[in-house]
C-alpha cells in the first residue's frame, strides 16, 4: 500500500498539464475503515463522473492473550480493503454527492491459536494445583478461525462530499459515507486433540450469530488534486 501511494503522489506531480486539461481527471489519497488508499476520477460532466481506487490495511497477529486464568497463544493474518469501481453523481453540481457502484472485497482472517498452560478438568487448590486431570497443551490441541465472503465483488452506496475531477480549485477535500452489502461472513473453526469435537458445533453457532452481518460500514476522509 505504501507503494501504490508513492506512485499516486507521483503521478501528480509528473502528469503533463496539457494531457491533465483534456481529461478532466483527479487523484486523491485517504484513510478510513477500508485502511490507507488511493483513487482516480474521470469527469463525465459537470455532475457525473467515474471514480476507480483501492484500499487496503492488514496485519500479522502474533502476542499472547491471558485474561481470566486463560493463556494463549495467537497467531495470524487479518484485513480489510476493498478494489473499487464507482460513479459519483452531483445532481446540485456542487461537492455533494451519491457515490455506487462495485467493490471487491479484500477482507478476510485467518488465525491459530493454542493454550499456554496445562487444562485442569475440575478444581485447582489456593496454589493452582490441579485436584483431579490435568491436560498438558498439546493434548488439549490447537484451534484455527477463517473469516471469507462467499461473493467477493459487491455492492455499494454511499453520499459524499468533494468532486475530484471537476471544480474550480486544485485541491480538494474527499468525504465518503455508506456501506457495502457483503453478505454474511463464512466462519470456518478448525481443532485438533481435545478441542476436535467442539469445532462443528461451535461453528454452525458462531454462523448462526453472524447471520445478520450483512452491512460493512465505509467512512472515509481524504485530500485529491485535480489536473487543471
Not at 478461525?145 to 452506496?157: D, R, S
Amino acid at each position: 500500500m505504501k507503494r501504490i501511494l508513492l506512485l499516486a503522489i507521483l503521478a501528480v506531480l509528473l502528469w503533463p498539464q496539457g494531457a491533465a486539461q483534456a481529461r478532466q481527471v483527479g487523484l486523491s489519497v485517504s484513510v478510513g475503515t477500508l485502511g490507507p488508499g488511493a483513487s482516480l476520477a474521470y469527469s463525465v460532466s459537470p455532475k457525473f463522473s467515474l471514480r476507480a481506487g483501492g484500499a487496503l490495511l492488514s496485519t500479522t497477529i502474533d502476542e499472547d492473550f491471558d485474561e481470566d486464568d486463560v493463556s494463549l497463544v495467537l497467531n495470524g493474518d487479518a484485513r480489510v480493503g476493498a478494489v473499487s469501481a464507482l460513479a459519483d453523481y452531483h445532481p446540485f453540481r456542487s461537492s455533494f454527492r451519491l457515490s455506487g457502484g462495485l467493490r471487491l472485497n479484500l477482507l478476510d482472517a485467518d488465525v491459530s491459536g493454542r493454550s499456554n498452560d496445562p487444562f485442569c478438568l475440575g478444581d485447582e487448590d489456593a496454589q493452582g494445583i490441579c485436584q483431579t486431570k490435568e491436560f498438558a497443551p498439546e493434548k488439549v490441541g490447537e484451534f484455527g478461525v477463517k473469516v471469507t465472503y462467499a461473493n467477493a465483488l459487491q455492492p455499494y452506496a454511499g453520499i459524499g462530499f468533494g468532486n475530484l475531477a471537476h471544480g474550480n480549485k486544485r485541491i480538494t477535500f474527499m468525504f465518503d459515507a455508506g456501506v457495502i452489502y457483503t453478505g454474511s461472513p463464512e466462519i470456518e473453526l478448525e481443532a485438533t486433540g481435545l478441542l476436535t469435537p467442539t469445532a462443528a458445533q461451535n461453528e454452525a453457532v458462531l454462523n448462526e450469530g453472524f447471520e445478520s452481518f450483512v452491512l460493512y460500514p465505509v467512512v472515509s476522509f481524504g485530500i485529491g488534486v485535480r489536473f487543471h
